[in-house]
T-cell receptor
């Protein structure tokens, strides 16, 4: 079956540091890949997505590249801000069958000034 | 913007009660989903529905049921609440089929349910 493995947290960084949150997946075929973000007290919001190999998703300074050869979709940001403090979820949706999303366990990110 | 509204942000119930969690979306999406979110476990799918009166079990359906009588509303039911159902519950919706493959699920803000 499908699965998503992401970097365990919590992760604490200083403002303006470089961020990487690792995500690898197992799936049949060519899934679509997503990063969702959950700010304190809120539901999940889509941060970025990629639907085929070598696609790069980007939003709010975050980027992730769909790497089929390494089955990875690592999230990166060059200079984090305090407002980036949140929980980040990597997820995939198979292109077979139904519309189910498979999520990773989430990575809590805290940015200190 | 898509709006997914969950009826309660916080809910406290007692063991053995029948509990209803309501979710409404305003974008005419065919697909709707119920997840629970627990620390260290991420989001786990309880049930989903791809049309009115249609439902399918997700990964952890035991102890839950659902109802989809209208397209915009998807209800999660705890038939007899137990303490291990204390959790954050998230509802989501998305368009179907080939459109759905390119579009994400849209989430509500969640209901934090405590069973005492």
């Amino acid at each position: 079956g499908n699965s998503v493995t992401q970097m365990e947290g919590p992760v604490t960084l200083s403002e303006e540091a470089f961020l990487t949150i690792n995500c690898t997946y197992t799936a049949t075929g060519y899934p679509s890949l997503f990063w969702y973000v959950q700010y304190p007290g809120e539901g999940l919001q889509l941060l970025l997505k990629a639907t085929k190999a070598d696609d790069k998703g980007s939003n709010k300074g975050f980027e992730a590249t769909y790497r089929k050869e390494t089955t990875s979709f690592h999230l990166e940001k060059g200079s984090v801000q305090v407002s980036d403090s949140a929980v980040y979820f990597c997820a995939l949706r198979s292109n077979f069958g139904n519309e189910k999303l498979t999520f990773g366990t989430g990575t809590r990110l805290t940015i200190i000034p | 913007d898509v709006k997914v509204t969950q009826s309660s942000r916080y809910l406290v119930k007692r063991t053995g009660e029948k509990v209803f969690l309501e979710c409404v979306q305003d974008m005419d999406h065919e697909n709707m989903f119920w997840y629970r979110q627990d620390p260290g476990l991420g989001l786990r799918l309880i049930y989903f529905s791809y049309d009115v009166k249609m439902k399918e079990k997700g990964d952890i359906p035991e102890g839950y049921s659902v109802s989809r009588e209208k397209k915009e509303r998807f209800s999660l039911i705890l038939e007899s609440a137990s303490t291990n159902q204390t959790s954050m519950y998230l509802c989501a919706s998305s368009p179907p089929g080939s459109r759905g493959l390119q579009q994400p699920q849209h989430f509500g803000d969640g209901t934090r349910l405590s069973i005492l």
